[in-house]
């Protein structure tokens, strides 16, 4: 399989975004115990909008249109203005993906290909 560009679905609850892991230097990123933080970045919606108006992103265009920044259960608190606030002095506590992603993990509802 091969990937050319990727862009993320928009499931039931959660304001389409991204994951990233923060590491204290260029070695340490073969480890995910080594992260010295996780964080998520938000899409813009109008971004959002014209990739889910392509083929294979209907259920996006369904979720999307029933969640807000406010109604997001992460984003929510503020909107996501914290959420690309990284302290790089944070000791690595260890990666990982959040149930439901990362590799072998099931798409969530929305998802191309789901």
């Known amino acids: 399989m091969r990937f050319?560009?990727?862009f993320?679905?928009?499931y039931?609850?959660?304001w389409p975004h991204i994951h990233f892991e923060v590491y204290p230097d260029q070695a340490s990123i073969t480890s995910s115990t080594k992260a010295i933080a996780t964080s998520r970045v938000a899409l813009p919606e109008?971004?959002?909008k014209a990739v889910y108006a392509r083929p294979g992103y209907s259920a996006s265009v369904t979720n999307l249109a029933r969640?807000?920044?406010q109604s997001d259960n992460v984003f929510g608190d503020d909107v996501g203005a914290s959420q690309l606030a990284v302290d790089t002095t944070t000791a690595p506590t260890g990666g990982g993906a959040p149930g439901g992603g990362g590799?072998?993990?099931t798409p969530p509802s929305g998802a191309p290909g789901a």
Request: with cysteine; aromatic share 6%; glycine share 16%.
């Open 12 to 14: 039931s609850g959660r």
């Open 103 to 105: 590799p072998g993990g």
């Open 4 to 6: 050319t560009r990727f």
């Open 67 to 69: 969640v807000t920044l």
């Open 8 to 10: 993320p679905a928009c």
């Open 46 to 48: 109008d971004i959002c």
